[in-house]
């Protein structure tokens, strides 16, 4: 090889060094997906839905009419306990006529009263039951899934249909052993995703403290790059991301990002 080729060898192994350092710096990312918290509306007491007033996707306000659940069973209850009520009305007042003549006793009174507050209290037990039949939303948000439509048979304490509020929605990645030092709560990391908007960021969290994965009780230099922590991010702009998602994630935001394969 002459000198001249040398030279040319030379330049070339250089020049494939300094790429290999570009890339080196570029950050590679992390795969996550979006999630949220949703939150459930359900009846106290089983029942069959009559009426639904939302569809999935609807937008919701906090104390929009949600869905009616048959009311039957409590409106009768409620009206046993309106006739007790009115029972231990007559016998307080007869109580109370008596015992100020003195034909009647204290003991007597005093029973009249205690079963009127009872009555009185199983009315308004009654009444909360009735206005429970039909669900209010909670929180603002939007109907993410309905479970049960009308006509159908809804078990206590299951939910009709979820609300995803905005300020609920996260996101979720794994980074390795030896990229956690590099993260703390309060951080901004860069979020990316299919036609999604160049600017989304989201800030971290929550930083588990347990690994995802525990290799044998000897860590091994070949064992440890498997450790991996979950980390979660609220995004800046919630309303440009669907639950489900795939995404990318950058630690640092004015990082180069690597070229995707």
Same mark, same amino acid.
């Given at each position: 090889m002459n000198g001249r080729a040398m030279i040319r060898a030379v330049a070339a192994l250089a020049l494939l060094a300094a790429l290999a350092g570009c890339n080196d710096n570029r950050d590679?990312?992390?795969?996550?997906?979006?999630? &949220?918290?949703m939150i459930f509306v359900s009846p106290d007491e089983f029942g069959r839905v009559t009426k639904l007033n939302?569809?999935?996707? *609807?937008?919701?306000?906090?104390?929009?009419?949600?869905?009616? +659940? *048959?009311?039957?069973?409590?409106? $009768? *209850?409620?009206?046993? %306990? %309106? &006739? #007790?009520? $009115? %029972?231990?009305?007559?016998?307080? *007042?007869?109580?109370? $006529?008596? =015992?100020?003549?003195? $034909?009647? #006793?204290?003991? #007597?009174?005093?029973?009249? +009263? =205690?079963?009127?507050?009872?009555?009185?209290?199983?009315?308004? #037990?009654?009444?909360t039951r009735l206005k429970r039949r039909e669900g209010f939303a909670p929180v603002a948000g939007t109907v993410q899934q309905i479970y049960f439509r009308e006509g159908e048979m809804v078990p &206590?304490?299951?939910?009709?249909? =979820?609300?995803?509020?905005?300020? %609920?929605?996260?996101?979720?990645?794994? +980074?390795?052993?030896?990229?956690?030092?590099?993260?703390a709560i309060g951080d901004e990391v860069r979020v990316t995703c299919d036609n999604c908007a160049a600017d989304l960021t989201a800030r971290i969290y929550f930083i588990a403290t347990s690994a995802e994965y525990t290799p044998p009780v000897i860590y091994s230099l070949d064992e440890r790059h498997k450790l991996v922590y979950l980390i979660q991010a609220r995004p800046s702009r919630p309303d440009a991301l669907r639950v489900g998602q795939p995404i990318s994630v950058y630690l640092n935001p004015k990082t180069p990002m690597a070229e995707q394969r």
């Open positions: 590679p990312g992390f795969q996550g997906w979006v999630e &949220a918290d939302v569809r999935e996707g *609807d937008e919701v306000k906090a104390g929009d009419p949600l869905y009616t +659940v *048959d009311d039957d069973l409590q409106q $009768a *209850d409620l009206n046993q %306990n %309106n &006739a #007790t009520l $009115a %029972n231990a009305k007559q016998t307080y *007042d007869r109580a109370l $006529a008596l =015992s100020k003549t003195g $034909a009647g #006793t204290q003991a #007597t009174l005093d029973a009249a +009263v =205690s079963a009127l507050r009872v009555a009185e209290a199983h009315v308004r #037990t009654s009444e &206590a304490q299951r939910p009709v249909l =979820s609300i995803m509020p905005p300020g %609920n929605m996260k996101i979720r990645f794994f +980074v390795s052993e030896t990229e956690l030092p590099k993260l």
